[in-house]
T-cell receptor, first 114, second 110 residues
Framework: DTEVTQTPKHLVMGMTNKKSLKCEQHMGHRAMYWYKQKAKKPPELMFVYSYEKLSINESVPSRFSPECPNSSLLNLHLHALQPEDSALYLC?????????????FGPGTRLTVT | TQLLEQSPQFLSIQEGENLTVYCNSSSVFSSLQWYRQEPGEGPVLLVTVVTGGEVKKLKRLTFQFGDARKDSSLHITAAQPGDTGLYLCAGDTGFQKLVFGTGTRLLVSP
């Protein structure tokens, strides 16, 4: 099973709203990621969690707040977003094995900020 | 900064044609992955190449990793409409990060 699930599939929120994106994997992977992808562009890394600890924050604005409650779950809390934050948000997971480093992506959440 | 440049950026071909997508960098990567992404969906891992000079075949798709592990290519034989999508290469930096290529959009028409 190489499935990563994400909810919701679509989200529309106003600039004053608070919402959360959820991601789940049951592959036993210990690294999980959040990416942001704009139309016709490659994914941009936002955060990396390794063994449930935040290991990389790519200078993401504080209006995005990640959380890793356990090794299978990853959340992204959203608050006071801007219209330019509208994008496809992707979650991924991977093993920590050296030499062959593969990430498995979820289907994404299409976020629209109005 | 490690960059991966893909070429061409966009390719529109007829069903049955062959094509090659290139992924080039001046940096060395410990491994390289190829993904295909359809509109509104997440990237799907196609293959991982690890050893310089390695060639892997996946049905009609052939992947090659350059000898110096700085570049890679994807060759599709007899393309089908189902091959349509965004093809992304991604290099493993060895620091929990993948560097994604600029992407190649492929459109295969019946």
């Amino acid at each position: 099973d190489t499935e990563v699930t994400q909810t919701p599939k679509h989200l529309v929120m106003g600039m004053t709203n608070k919402k959360s994106l959820k991601c789940e994997q049951h592959m036993g992977h210990r690294a999980m990621y959040w990416y942001k992808q704009k139309a016709k562009k490659p994914p941009e890394l936002m955060f990396v969690y390794s063994y449930e600890k935040l290991s990389i924050n790519e200078s993401v604005p504080s209006r995005f707040s990640p959380e890793c409650p356990n090794s299978s779950l990853l959340n992204l809390h959203l608050h006071a977003l801007q219209p330019e934050d509208s994008a496809l948000y992707l979650c991924a997971s991977s093993t920590e094995d050296q030499g062959s480093y593969e990430q498995y992506f979820g289907p994404g959440t299409r976020l629209t900020v109005t | 900064t490690q960059l991966l440049e893909q070429s061409p950026q966009f390719l529109s071909i007829q069903e049955g044609e062959n094509l090659t997508v290139y992924c080039n960098s001046s940096s060395v990567f410990s491994s390289l992955q190829w993904y295909r992404q359809e509109p509104g969906e997440g990237p799907v891992l196609l293959v991982t190449v690890v050893t310089g000079g390695e060639v892997k075949k996946l049905k009609r798709l052939t992947f090659q990793f350059g000898d110096a592990r700085k570049d890679s290519s994807l060759h599709i034989t007899a393309a089908q409409p189902g091959d349509t999508g965004l093809y992304l290469c991604a290099g493993d930096t060895g620091f929990q990060k993948l560097v994604f290529g600029t992407g190649t959009r492929l459109l295969v028409s019946p």
